[in-house]
């Protein structure tokens, strides 16, 4: 496909089938109730797997990566690749605020 704009001619690859990558709809548990407090830890899950799959999530889990200077706000162990980590909401002056953190901080810290 070819367009041309201010005597330029762009070029832009059409994209076959197979490269569309299928992404699965995970179903919400029926059991779950987002105003319980035993199902936060559930609806957070979700809300950091939803996160990870947009651009716009991606771009937020970065820069809060960056903020918190890529380290864990409760151990202060850096937060990588490799390291098993969560969003997690905490509310201050009456305002959530996100955090990334170990799974195993988020555990020993409830």
């Known amino acids: 496909m070819e367009s041309e704009k201010n005597g330029r001619k762009d070029i832009f690859p059409l994209k076959l089938a197979f490269e569309t990558k299928i992404l699965r709809h995970k179903k919400i548990k029926s059991e779950a109730n987002p105003f319980d407090a035993e199902w936060k830890e559930y609806f957070e899950e979700r ?3 939803k996160m990870l ?3 716009k999530g991606r771009k937020s889990l970065l820069y809060m990566w960056n903020k918190q200077e890529r380290k864990c706000p409760l151990c202060g162990q850096p937060i990588t690749a490799e390291t098993q980590w969560n969003v997690r909401e905490q509310k201050e002056n009456g305002q959530i605020v996100r955090y990334l953190v170990h799974d195993k901080c988020y555990k020993q810290n409830r």
Do not use: D, G, H
């Open 53 to 55: 799959l947009s651009l």
């Open 47 to 49: 809300m950091t797997y």
